[in-house]
């Protein structure tokens, strides 16, 4: 076991920090410039914590001696939804960005999945019609989680949910991020982006994120973008300069982002992290499906763009969680 620095060190770490570490470092991702489908990394990552931000104001203690031993956390598939509102983050809304992260954290393996927003599915409360995955949230997060189970077959612990508002405030009060594009493209009257590292505002980074229509590929390059940015972040989070001076970012996210992860869960996850530096191996995969236009179950009386899934795409996407589930070290 990674020994700590100094004998009975004291760090006192708010939960609200637990709750950003994690909001970022749950999602770390790389950039490697690679096919639609796939993408592998291996990145420095803290995978730690997030929590409702007004119902945490009080402090935790952790106490860490070189004699205390890692918890054993087992593993985990956490939800990440990004919905498309600002401001109020309870507002149920459609979730463009969907991205579900199977953790061992024995293993230190996550694997990320990005389901794109217009995937033609099921939903829990549809009766068997189909709808764009993002219109699930229209419905409420436990919707859009029940219809992600449904499709992958597997079930979903924990969800984390960020609006727009949210996502500026936390790269705006991180100075900015400098995130890897493939390709030049421009967002009027946002900004002009240019292949390779681009800095970027708030706003800036999400225009970044939310675009589709500049790509060939649509949706697919979108969600590869979203992937590059989440990778940018995790380089900012994981700086002992972000550790040390975090309270601003706190003040900043209030009301912007909402989970079900429990206190003890995000407590225990920075606690090994600080116990144990080691790195995370972190895999990506991105299903795929073809255009199409289709009645849905929000919108039955005109036909919509939707993507077809791509079965064997799906397949894979659930080998893939499967694999990580069922990893021993």
């Known amino acids: 076991m990674k020994k700590i620095n100094q004998t009975n060190l004291k760090r006192r770490i708010s939960l609200m920090l637990l709750i950003t570490i994690f909001l970022m470092s749950s999602l770390v991702v790389g950039c490697g410039k690679k096919n639609v489908n796939t993408v592998s990394t291996k990145e420095d990552a803290l995978v730690e914590e997030t929590e409702e931000s007004e119902k945490?104001?009080?402090?935790?203690?952790?106490?860490?001696?070189e004699s205390e031993e890692k918890k054993d956390l087992g593993t985990f598939v956490l939800y990440f939804s990004g919905i498309d509102v600002w401001g109020w983050t309870d507002t149920k809304s459609r979730s463009d960005v969907n991205i579900i992260a199977a953790v061992n954290t024995e293993t230190r393996h996550v694997q990320l999945i990005n389901t794109p927003r217009d995937y033609f599915v099921e939903m829990p409360i549809s009766n068997g019609a189909k709808d764009k995955l993002t219109h699930a949230g229209l419905y409420g997060v436990e919707n859009?989680?029940?219809?992600?189970?449904?499709?992958?077959d597997i079930d979903i612990d924990y969800y984390l949910r960020v609006n727009f508002s949210g996502f500026e405030a936390i790269i705006d009060t991180l100075g900015g991020v400098d995130v890897y594009s493939e390709y030049d493209f421009t967002v009027d009257p946002i900004k002009h982006y240019t292949e390779g590292y681009n800095h970027l505002t708030g706003l800036e980074a999400l225009a970044f994120v939310r675009e589709r229509h500049a790509f060939a590929s649509g949706d697919n390059q979108r969600g590869r973008n979203q992937m590059a940015m989440l990778q940018a972040l995790i380089k900012k989070v994981c700086s002992i300069e972000f550790l040390e001076n975090y309270n601003e970012v706190m003040?900043?996210?209030?009301?912007?982002?909402r989970t079900n992860i429990p206190d003890e869960l995000l407590k225990d996850l920075v606690f090994n992290q600080l116990m144990d530096g080691t790195e995370w191996t972190v895999d990506i995969y991105s299903v795929t499906g073809s255009g199409g236009s289709e009645k849905t179950y929000s919108a039955p009386n005109s036909a919509a763009y939707v993507m077809i899934p791509n079965d064997s795409d799906v397949a894979q996407?659930?080998?893939?969680?499967?694999?990580?589930?069922?990893?021993?070290?």
């Open 56 to 65: 945490i104001e009080q402090e935790t203690e952790i106490v860490q001696t």
């Open 144 to 152: 859009s989680v029940g219809t992600l189970e449904k499709l992958y």
């Open 251 to 257: 003040d900043e996210l209030t009301d912007m982002y």
């Open 317 to 329: 996407a659930k080998s893939l969680i499967e694999a990580v589930l069922n990893e021993t070290p």
